[in-house]
């Protein structure tokens, strides 16, 4: 196993504590080091495939990440009945906040859409330069 699937393993604190440490050693370590980090993508917050405006998929994320930190399914028991209750019902509460403000974006978003495309048929249109006079 080589070093970078080491660090691999440990993740992007370890590439930070490496690039760090090449630059306490000799700055040009850590330059070559912070330089193939970004370019591997092992830094980089733009390599990971998710293309888009900020919010597309961030429901999956949000679920994958849950899921790491709390187990398979993301809601696992915490043994306090109450707060599986609570905790449950503030996250469908969440999730439904979630959506209703999605849903308000792609509204606002054509209303806006549909407000430029009006005034650009507005100012398209011809008009009459004088009035027929009667």
């Given at each position: 196993?080589?070093?970078?699937?080491?660090?691999d393993?440990?993740?992007?604190?370890?590439?930070?504590?490496?690039?760090?440490?090449?630059?306490?050693?000799y700055?040009?370590?850590?330059?070559?080091?912070?330089?193939?980090?970004?370019?591997?993508?092992?830094?980089g917050?733009?390599?990971?495939?998710?293309?888009?405006?900020?919010?597309?998929?961030?429901?999956?994320?949000?679920?994958?990440?849950?899921?790491?930190?709390?187990g398979?399914?993301?809601?696992?028991?915490?043994?306090?009945?109450a707060?599986?209750?609570?905790r449950?019902?503030?996250?469908?509460?969440?999730?439904?906040?979630?959506?209703?403000?999605?849903?308000?974006?792609?509204?606002?978003?054509?209303a806006?859409?549909?407000?430029?495309?009006?005034?650009?048929?507005?100012?398209?249109?011809?008009?009459?330069?004088?009035?027929?006079?009667?």
């Amino acid at each position: 196993m080589n070093v970078a699937a080491k660090l691999d393993d440990f993740g992007r604190p370890a590439w930070i504590g490496l690039t760090v440490l090449g630059f306490i050693a000799y700055w040009p370590v850590g330059l070559a080091i912070l330089l193939f980090s970004l370019w591997s993508g092992r830094m980089g917050c733009w390599n990971h495939g998710r293309g888009g405006r900020w919010h597309h998929g961030s429901a999956e994320r949000m679920s994958d990440r849950m899921g790491r930190w709390c187990g398979a399914g993301g809601r696992t028991s915490s043994g306090n009945h109450a707060f599986d209750e609570y905790r449950s019902e503030t996250l469908r509460r969440l999730e439904a906040e979630q959506k209703e403000f999605l849903g308000f974006l792609d509204r606002l978003r054509q209303a806006k859409d549909k407000a430029e495309f009006d005034q650009f048929m507005s100012e398209r249109s011809p008009r009459p330069e004088h009035p027929a006079a009667v």
